[in-house]
């Protein structure tokens, strides 16, 4: 069995058929990528499993546990983060600010600091996310307004705030859209140190094959909502399915 298992999985929006019978194994502390043309329904799965859509039909289990028709903040707590295509942060706030806000989230989702939490707590939390901006080379940055920076540290950023809520599972939305090369390049080996260092489970969607190959260890190939292909890197590259589905027609 793997962290992650989605089984018969579907998802219709009217008469279109987003996902249709996704089964999905995904093992514990591996980088799993899933790729596919546009309108593959692989931001639609990642929906299912934050909580921002629920299937009609099927099961998705982490660790065991179902992660459908739970709140995104339920999610949260069951160790799963998740990273969008355009970095979500909080950008009138500094980024220091930016790491602490996760540190004092409540059971609840919200994110008010009450009278029950002891100065000893705010200064364990602080001593957290300053670890997390050293840990990620942003130490520097600390006290920059974080709506002034490039969209390559802003990522960065988005993933500290993350990290600071040690998930076990990182689920990684078109990483990469939108930055320039050497913001990608150092996405990568960012990703690459991340994983070198915490026991974490990560699933990517991306479009940049650079990116894919650079990371995956398992890719699954999906078209039309339903999963073509899984294997190893080496194996994907030159699939006729893989093929089919980028190129039209088999090779």
Do not use: W
């Amino acid at each position: 069995m793997g962290i992650l298992e989605i089984k018969n999985v579907n998802k219709r929006f009217g008469g279109l058929q987003a996902l249709g019978n996704v089964n999905l194994t995904v093992m514990e502390n591996t980088v799993h990528a899933i790729i596919g043309p546009n309108g593959a329904g692989k931001s639609t799965l990642l929906n299912c499993l934050v909580g921002k859509l629920l299937p009609d039909t099927g099961t998705a289990m982490f660790d065991g546990r179902s992660v459908l028709g739970k709140k995104p903040h339920q999610i949260n707590q069951m160790g799963i983060s998740r990273v969008f295509q355009t970095p979500e942060i909080f950008a009138d706030l500094s980024v220091l600010e930016n790491v602490m806000i996760p540190c004092f989230a409540h059971r609840d989702g919200s994110f008010k600091i009450n009278a029950m939490s002891s100065l000893m707590r705010e200064r364990d939390m602080l001593d957290k996310a300053e670890h997390i901006l050293e840990d990620l080379n942003m130490a520097d940055k600390r006290d920059m307004h974080a709506g002034s920076m490039s969209r390559g540290d802003k990522r960065r950023l988005e993933l500290a705030m993350c990290l600071v809520q040690e998930p076990r599972l990182l689920l990684l939305d078109e990483p990469t859209a939108g930055m320039a090369r050497a913001d990608t390049n150092n996405t990568i080996d960012l990703l690459k140190e991340i994983k070198a260092k915490r026991d974490i489970t990560m699933v990517i969607i991306e479009h940049d094959m650079h990116v894919v190959f650079s990371l995956a260890e398992r890719i699954t190939v999906m078209a039309q909502g339903t999963p073509l292909v899984e294997d190893t890197p080496d194996k994907i590259k030159g699939h006729p399915k893989v093929k089919e589905a980028y190129l039209g027609e088999a090779a």
